[in-house]
C-alpha cells in the first residue's frame, strides 16, 4: 500500500483470505474492485478531510452529552486559535 502498487492488490487479496481477521476486510474490497483499485493509481486522497473529522468526533466524545452545536462550535473555534463571531 505504501509504494502503490495496483497490480499487487490481487496478490494480497488472495494472501490475506486466507487469515481469518483479514477475511471480512477483503469481502469488503472485493465488492468494490474496481474504485480501490484505483484508490492506488490516483493522485488525489481525501487524508485531510478524514483526519478533520476524525478531530471532531474525537472532541465530541470528550463532551459526552454536552456537546450541542453551539458549544462544540466554540471549543472547535477557539483550538484553531481563531475567535468566534459575535
Known sequence: MQNRQAEELANWCAYAEGI???????RGIRQDYAAVEESF?????????????????????MMYSKAKFDLLRLRVLTRNGT???N
Do not use: C, D, M, Y
Open 83 to 85: 475567535a468566534p463571531p
Open 20 to 26: 481469518p481477521v483479514l477475511s471480512g476486510f477483503v
Open 41 to 61: 493509481r490516483s493522485k488525489w486522497s481525501n487524508g485531510q478531510t478524514e483526519g478533520q473529522v476524525n478531530r471532531l468526533k474525537t472532541i465530541k466524545r
